[in-house]
């Protein structure tokens, strides 16, 4: 593990361990088969071991552990089949926002998400993968709530976890140029408030990771599952 949290012990002591321990999951820095200890958890940030199988659980739930039946808890591998269902999910939801979106856009989003386009660059330029993925994550965010649906992009959110995953090990292996290139796509069909164009563009962005997976999940066989 790298960081570690501050607990705040005003709120809840399970959810900041489920936080710490998704994020590592999601980033990778906890690479699936890897065990985890209850005890040794606990020690490091100083929380009871009930927090911690709290966290586990939730964690269990959401496909990213697995519970082993006298042998402990163990990071789950990736799902190629959650993958492929919420990248589905993720195209037929958000080609729907960016329409409505690019029907009637806000006068300063143009401005906003060129921005955004910026800290990308930079971030490429960086060679900061784990940022352009948060800054990708943010960009999509920022046309859900342009769209009035802030809430689907927290349903969203909860559905992509393995997606995720596997988002964080492409923009290490692969080249996050082009993906800046799809979202300056999508700007631009904003730009001309030309819903097609911009729904195009959206489809072309989500459907890369059908092209970097096959190679990736045969590349590191040993981090994926059906």
Not at 56 to 76: C, H, K, M, N
Not at 93 to 111: C, K, Y
Not at 159 to 176: G, V
């Amino acid at each position: 593990m790298t960081h570690q949290p501050s607990i705040d012990f005003g709120i809840s002591s399970a959810q900041q361990v489920y936080d710490w321990l998704r994020d590592l999951i999601l980033r990778g820095a906890l690479a699936p088969g890897a065990r985890l200890s209850e005890t040794e958890i606990g020690n490091r940030i100083g929380v009871s071991r009930q927090p911690v199988r709290e966290a586990f659980i939730r964690l269990a739930a959401d496909g990213l552990a697995e519970v082993r039946p006298q042998r402990g808890t163990y990071i789950s591998r990736i799902s190629i089949s959650a993958v492929l269902s919420a990248r589905l999910i993720r195209e037929a939801v958000e080609s729907d926002l960016i329409r409505m979106v690019a029907e009637n856009p806000e006068p300063d989003l143009i401005p906003r998400l060129d921005a955004e386009i910026e800290h990308q660059r930079r971030a490429i330029a960086r060679d900061n993968a784990e940022e352009f993925v948060k800054l990708d994550d943010r960009f999509h965010h920022m046309l859900a709530v342009a769209a009035g649906q802030d809430a689907v992009w927290s349903v969203l959110e909860g559905l992509k976890s393995q997606m995720n995953r596997l988002r964080y090990i492409t923009a290490r292996t692969f080249d996050a140029q082009k993906l800046l290139d799809q979202h300056a796509g999508i700007v631009d069909g904003l730009r001309r408030n030309d819903p097609d164009a911009a729904e195009q563009a959206m489809r072309l962005h989500l459907r890369e990771l059908l092209n970097d997976m096959p190679e990736i999940s045969a590349s590191r066989a040993d981090l994926f599952i059906p």
